[in-house]
Structure formats: structure tokens, C-alpha cells
């Protein structure tokens, strides 16, 4: 079961996705298109390994087809609806 910290939300995504482009949080909107703010694949593999450390079930290929933080966001409460069933 994953602690507190290790809880993946959206803000923890945002804040993510800027440490890895090396910029604010606050620049990161939700529709924004990741790949446009130079988010490749290598730095994305990165986010679904931390993000899955949550006990997520989170794989590459489901966000790979998504550019925004809000559709990523979307997959990630599905996952996460799924495991509370």
C-alpha cells in the first residue's frame, strides 16, 4: 500500500513533468502538449518507473498515445479507480 508521499496526484504529476524540463510547475498547464515543452520519450520512460513506484500498474504505451498532463492525468485516476474496486 502505498504511503502518504508516495501518492500520485495531479500536482505531484505537474511537478514531475517540470523537474524533468527543468522548469516551474506553474509552467506546466494541463492542456499543454508535453511533447511541444520537449518532453521525450527517454525523460517520459522516466516518469511512468517513478510514477509506477507508487503501486500504480502504469505502463509507457498508455500515456505514449496522450501529449497533455490532463490526459495523463485521466489515464492515472482510471488505474487508480481500478485498484479501489
Same mark, same amino acid.
Given at each position: 500500500m502505498a504511503t502518504t508521499h508516495d @501518492? !500520485? *496526484? !495531479?500536482e505531484r504529476m505537474r511537478? *514531475? @513533468?517540470a523537474r524533468v524540463l527543468d522548469c516551474a510547475p506553474a *509552467?506546466?498547464?494541463d492542456d499543454d502538449n508535453l511533447i511541444d515543452l520537449d518532453l521525450d520519450s527517454m525523460r517520459?520512460?522516466?516518469l511512468v518507473l517513478a510514477w509506477g513506484s507508487t503501486g500504480l500498474p502504469l505502463?509507457?504505451?498508455q500515456l505514449a498515445e496522450y501529449s497533455t498532463l490532463?490526459? &495523463? &492525468?485521466?489515464? @492515472?485516476q482510471k488505474l487508480q479507480a481500478a485498484q479501489q474496486a
Amino acid at each position: 500500500m502505498a504511503t502518504t508521499h508516495d @501518492v !500520485l *496526484d !495531479l500536482e505531484r504529476m505537474r511537478a *514531475d @513533468v517540470a523537474r524533468v524540463l527543468d522548469c516551474a510547475p506553474a *509552467d506546466i498547464g494541463d492542456d499543454d502538449n508535453l511533447i511541444d515543452l520537449d518532453l521525450d520519450s527517454m525523460r517520459m520512460l522516466g516518469l511512468v518507473l517513478a510514477w509506477g513506484s507508487t503501486g500504480l500498474p502504469l505502463e509507457f504505451s498508455q500515456l505514449a498515445e496522450y501529449s497533455t498532463l490532463r490526459q &495523463w &492525468w485521466a489515464v @492515472v485516476q482510471k488505474l487508480q479507480a481500478a485498484q479501489q474496486a
